[in-house]
């Protein structure tokens, strides 16, 4: 299985990035999908999830109402949409499979690369 993000970048506050997670080797319909952030000196953070089975995501507080998580399974990716971005959502940002949803990284078989967000103030 790989997992390959993409979409990051340099952004002014209030700005907005969409994220991709491409996967290769297993579905993503038949699992569910975490994506995760890791900020300098900070350990690496649940962000938000999808489930496989009826598609119902799941944020951490403090990006509800600005991200969104969602899959295309034709495409076998799942996205993340970010708006409204603030300088903490500055990370290097990882997507993450998983049998069930979960918010524990440890949980997570499966990673990417991950793809670094830097948001300007």
């Known amino acids: 299985v790989q997992l390959v993000e993409s979409g990051g970048g340099l952004v002014q506050a209030g700005g907005s990035l969409r994220l991709s997670c491409v996967a290769s080797?297993?579905?993503?319909?038949?699992?569910?999908m975490g994506w995760f952030r890791q900020a300098p000196g900070k350990q690496r953070e649940w962000v938000a999830a999808?489930?496989?089975?009826?598609?119902?995501?799941y944020y951490t507080d403090s990006v509800k109402g600005r991200f969104t998580i969602s899959r295309d399974n034709a495409k076998n990716t799942v996205y993340l949409r970010m708006n409204s971005l603030k300088p903490e959502d500055t990370a290097v940002y990882y997507c993450?499979?998983?049998?069930?949803?979960?918010?524990?990284?440890?949980?997570?078989?499966?990673w990417g690369q991950g793809t670094q967000v830097t948001v300007s103030s």
């Open positions: 993450a499979q998983n049998p069930r949803v979960s918010v524990f990284q440890e949980s997570y078989e499966y």
């Open positions: 080797g297993r579905t993503v319909s038949n699992y569910a």
């Open positions: 999808i489930s496989w089975s009826s598609g119902t995501t």
